[in-house]
Each structure stands twice: as structure tokens, then as C-alpha cells.
């Protein structure tokens, strides 16, 4: 194609779409490994057999056993949750239904997950960003300081990419300064790891409140990209208003609520209990390595640890064939890498690719050195 054509395709998007950088999944960052720690997926491949045959009809928009069955699981009334194609959906239609674009903002607080900002963006709605403390305990002054024209707040807890709840006390106090102004969401799509910490018995209280789930995570089915928004229902009413007339196909429904039956809860729990025993094994270990400079709690399917030289410990390990996940340009994130937890023979080569890189300031006497017993 010539460049002239190019130009003029160019000239012919939205303003927002050609200044737009999509989100970097870590599908779309490659990479030839065969230890895949990137994107907080499970492991292993559950098995499901279609029971649903009937692919000459269209499905159901809101399919009534996907929704019974995860309004039970997780203790709300069936008109309080809407499915969509992934949380990143339940994400997207927040905005769409609250949003007007080039009006209303969004607001968020980084450290944390790319896709609020990158919905925004599409959709032609200002990002705005109050970073979260040191400690990642949201700033609550700067946040009702920033709110004018903010229709919509996301928080992320358990936090990704940093793993720590966020306290309920500043959830709350989020809630109640954005009374009447503005939907709050909260990202539940690590809840699993965590379930006490949930703010679904919240709804109640806060018509604003917004909780974000997935299937992808403790679920193990990313490749479902299946997700539920629950809130009270005026506002599901209101995202069901501008949902697609299909969002779920037939095989998806059906294995979702094969998923959410009795028999897939309790293996997801027992899934669950496997993962946490596995953080807590990488936790140690990494803390036995030199390279390793801090190693973050993590109520999640992943840690995050600051590195010695991270860009150099990142590309070794994509060169070994493990590909972990680099939150080094994150504000307030330098030097720090995500590793999903694998299995327990993937978490070796981790640590085994990791043990021999070295720390900061190498000690040339390494006798009385505990942390050196392994060498
Ligand atoms: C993975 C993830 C999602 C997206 O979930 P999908 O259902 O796969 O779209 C949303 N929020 C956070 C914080 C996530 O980590």
C-alpha cells in the first residue's frame, strides 16, 4: 500500500483511537517460552464437554442458569449480576453507560491494572490517575480532590499487579465521598484468593457500588473470556441497556455454568488452597536468592518482587524460556517483576534460573553467609 494511503486511512480515525497505545497483553507481548508466568493464568487446562447443541439458535443475552448459578455462589439476587464477555467487558460498559465522552472522566490509581485507562481512552474519556501512597493505601484527600467531573472510580482489590488488599475502611471512605457523584467499582477479579475480603455484602448500602468478577482467574478459564458485574438493579439495568444483544455464546454459557455447578466450585477451591501453597513456597524461595530485593505480600495467583538489575534478570529468564510479566514502568513499580504462580515444577525453574544471578553489591567473602548454603 502506499504511504499515501496509509496517511489518509490514518487521517480518517477518531483523533483518540490514533493517539490510543492498546493494552500490551502478554499474548500480544510474545515471547517463545514454556513456562508461561505472565499473565496470572492457571497452569493447567481443566476439561469441559459441550452439553449444549443447539447452535442454530442465538443464545440467551443474559443466560439464566450462568446467572442463578453465580448469584448464588457469590450470595447476591439473580437481577443483581450481568454477564459479559470478560470482566475487561464489565469494564468497558461502566464507562459506555456513565461516561460521556469527551465530558466525563474516569479515575484510578495506579499501580494497577492497564484496561481502565485503555477503555477510556477508546471510548473517548479522560484518565485521570491519583497514585496510591507508597505503601499503595489510596490517597483519600487527593481522590475527593480530584473528583470533578469524575463519573466513574475503579479500585482493584486484591490490587494487580501489586497482590495486597486494599483496607476496607479507605473502600469505604470512597463510597461515601462519592455519594450521588460517581460509580465506584471495585475489581474483584482475584477475590477467590481472598473471598472474606469481598464488597458484595456492600450493595445494599452504596446504590454506586459496582464489583467486577471473573472467570479467569480461580477459575482457570481465561480462554472462556467469561465475566460478571454485580451492583443493584437500576444500574444492572442500565449496563444491560447497552450490552450487545449476544454477549455470551452458546459454548460459553454452557461450560460457565458447568464452572459454577457444585462440583466446579468446590475443584476452584481446591484449585485455590493449591495456588496459596505454592505463593507461599515461591515467597521463600525468592527470598533466598541475591537478586531479590524485596518480595511483596500477595493475597492473589501471583507475587510481585523488586530485582537487582530486573531488565537483565527479565531477559534471562525469557531467554531460558520463562516469561514473567515486567511492572518496571509502573509508577513506583522500579525494578519490579510479576510472577504468576505455576506449578510447583515451574516455580523451580523460576528460582532455579534466579539462584545463580547475582545482588547488588556481591560479598567477595561469602563464609557465615546463610543465604549461600544452596551454592
Ligand atoms: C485479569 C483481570 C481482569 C480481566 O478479566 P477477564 O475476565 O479475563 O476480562 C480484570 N481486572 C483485573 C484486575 C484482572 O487482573
Redesign the pocket.
Known amino acids: 500500500m502506499s504511504d499515501e494511503n496509509t496517511l489518509s486511512i490514518q487521517a480518517l480515525a477518531r483523533q483518540n483511537v490514533r493517539e490510543l497505545t492498546p493494552y500490551q497483553s502478554a499474548r500480544r507481548l510474545g515471547g517463545n517460552g514454556d513456562v508461561w508466568l505472565n499473565a ?1 493464568e492457571y497452569a493447567i487446562a481443566p476439561q469441559f464437554e459441550l452439553t449444549a447443541q443447539t447452535f442454530n439458535r442465538y443464545p440467551e443475552c443474559q443466560p439464566a442458569l450462568v446467572i442463578n448459578r453465580y448469584a448464588a455462589y457469590a450470595g447476591v439476587d439473580p437481577e443483581q449480576v450481568l454477564v459479559s ?7 468497558e460498559l461502566l464507562i459506555r453507560a456513565f461516561c460521556e465522552p469527551g465530558k466525563d472522566a474516569i479515575l484510578y490509581c495506579p499501580p ?2 492497564g ?1 481502565y485507562s485503555v477503555s477510556a481512552e477508546t471510548i473517548g474519556v479522560q484518565a485521570r490517575t491519583v497514585a496510591a501512597k507508597a505503601d499503595w493505601s489510596l490517597d483519600l484527600p487527593a481522590i475527593e480532590a480530584a473528583l470533578d467531573g469524575v463519573k466513574l472510580v475503579y479500585v ?1 482489590s486484591p ?2 499487579p501489586t497482590g495486597n488488599l486494599i483496607d476496607p475502611a479507605e473502600l469505604r471512605a470512597v463510597l461515601e465521598m462519592t455519594r450521588g457523584r460517581a460509580i465506584v467499582a471495585i ?1 474483584e ?2 477475590i477467590e484468593f481472598c473471598p472474606q475480603a469481598t464488597v458484595t455484602g456492600w450493595l445494599q448500602e452504596y446504590p454506586h457500588l459496582a464489583v ?1 468478577r ?4 480461580a477459575f482457570a478459564l ?1 480462554g472462556l ?3 460478571f458485574t454485580l451492583g443493584n438493579s437500576e444500574l444492572i439495568a442500565l449496563l444491560m441497556k447497552v450490552i450487545a444483544p449476544y454477549p455470551l455464546s452458546t459454548p460459553v454459557a454452557d461450560i460457565a455454568a458447568q464452572a459454577l455447578a457444585p462440583e466446579g466450585l468446590a475443584i476452584m477451591r481446591q484449585r485455590v488452597a493449591e495456588v496459596s501453597e505454592n505463593r507461599a513456597w515461591l515467597m521463600a524461595e525468592l527470598n533466598q536468592c541475591d537478586c531479590v530485593e524485596q518480595v511483596f505480600q500477595s493475597e492473589t495467583n501471583y507475587v510481585l518482587a523488586r530485582f537487582t538489575a530486573s531488565s537483565a534478570v527479565f531477559k534471562n529468564l525469557w531467554d531460558q524460556g520463562i516469561i514473567l510479566r515486567d511492572q518496571n514502568k509502573q509508577p513506583g513499580l522500579s525494578g519490579c517483576l510479576r510472577i504468576t504462580i505455576g506449578t510447583r515444577q515451574e516455580l523451580q525453574r523460576v528460582i532455579d534460573a534466579l539462584q545463580p544471578l547475582p545482588g547488588a553489591n556481591p560479598p567477595l567473602i561469602e563464609q557465615n553467609s546463610p543465604r549461600k548454603e544452596h551454592m
Not at 471473573?214 to 482467574?217: A, F, H, Q, R, Y
Request: overall charge neutral; some cysteine; hydrophobic content about 25%.
Open positions: 496470572n464477555r470478560g470482566a475487561d467487558e464489565g469494564i494497577t491494572y484496561m482493584c490490587n494487580n475489581d477479579a482475584y467486577l471473573t472467570l479467569s482467574k481465561a473470556r467469561c465475566g
